[in-house]
């Protein structure tokens, strides 16, 4: 290959590069803070029901993030609990993931299973009242325990709440977490431990949330866990890595690919914004909605 046009192919990408991180530094460094008034719907293609969840947005008053939300297109808020439904019904809008008990002490341990179903059981009835879809569930922290053994525990526990989890036609999601940054002995932290899971509880309801920050952590490789897994997932988390932020430029996923690949796969539920801003919220969380327009 000719190495002059070899030195100006690179030249010119890198300075592509630089240009557009300066374009997008002066973008973020000018943002002015805009309320929920000001949101502008951004959501026009619509093949990925957007969501976000309600913890990342914790300065901005729930009924003014609902009425954002709606605006923006979104079609519900993620991680809450059956006092939120009549403000989201409200604003027409869904509870997308509905929380139930704590993530350090969950399904793996049978010490944990009375408590942890009966949360569960109660957001799945409140689920069933208002027609919303999913309900979170954890196995908990390793704690020593061997990951087969793990699994074991969590599929008794999930085979006592999977027929009324049918029955009331409410999917119980298993998330995956990352055990190397943010959630230290979390045990579900490989796609192949929720998948085995699923496939011995035997359930069309009992599917996991796919959260892709987490995932890239652990594992990468996203769109191909995708395609091949999709038939298990029923719920996903965005967020950028490193650092949990904006799904922007700043950080190493490219999420409109990621979109396409869940487009693509046929499914039909939610992807939830779980990511901490480090700007204005409303802007990023719009500009958030528009890059997953695919």
């Not at 605006?71 to 809450?80: P, Q, W």
């Amino acid at each position: 290959m000719n190495s002059d046009r070899l030195s100006r192919r690179t030249l010119f990408r890198n300075g592509s590069i630089v240009a557009a991180g300066a374009v997008a530094g002066a973008l973020v460094r000018n943002a002015r803070a805009i309320g929920p008034d000001e949101v502008e719907r951004v959501v026009k293609i619509g093949r990925i029901n957007q969501s976000a969840s309600r913890w990342c947005y914790g300065k901005i008053k729930f009924e003014d993030l609902c009425a954002a939300a709606a605006k923006i297109g979104l079609k519900g808020l993620d991680l809450l609990g059956p006092s939120d439904f009549p403000t989201l019904k409200k604003h027409g809008l869904v509870c997308t993931m509905t929380s139930t008990h704590g993530l350090s002490n969950g399904l793996n341990d049978k010490k944990n299973h009375e408590g942890c179903l009966e949360r569960i059981r109660d957001a799945i009835e409140a689920n069933a009242e208002y027609g919303f879809p999913n309900v979170i569930t954890f196995p908990g922290n390793r704690r020593g325990m061997p990951d087969d053994v793990g699994v074991e525990n969590t599929v008794e526990a999930l085979k006592k709440v999977a027929g009324f989890a049918e029955r009331k036609k409410v999917n119980i999601c298993l998330e995956y977490l990352n055990s190397k940054v943010d959630h230290k002995d979390y045990m579900f932290d490989r796609t192949a431990w929720g998948v085995e899971v699923c496939k011995k509880v035997g359930s069309d309801r009992i599917k996991i949330l796919y959260d892709i920050y987490h995932a890239q952590i652990m594992e990468g490789d996203i769109i191909r866990t995708i395609r091949n897994n999709a038939q298990y997932i029923a719920h996903y988390h965005t967020g950028g890595n490193p650092g949990r932020h904006e799904i922007d430029e700043s950080q190493e996923l490219y999420y409109p690919a990621i979109m396409r690949a869940i487009a693509e796969s046929g499914y039909k539920g939610y992807v939830a914004h779980e990511f901490v801003p480090t700007r204005d919220p409303l802007t990023s969380l719009t500009e958030a909605a528009k890059l997953c327009d695919v």
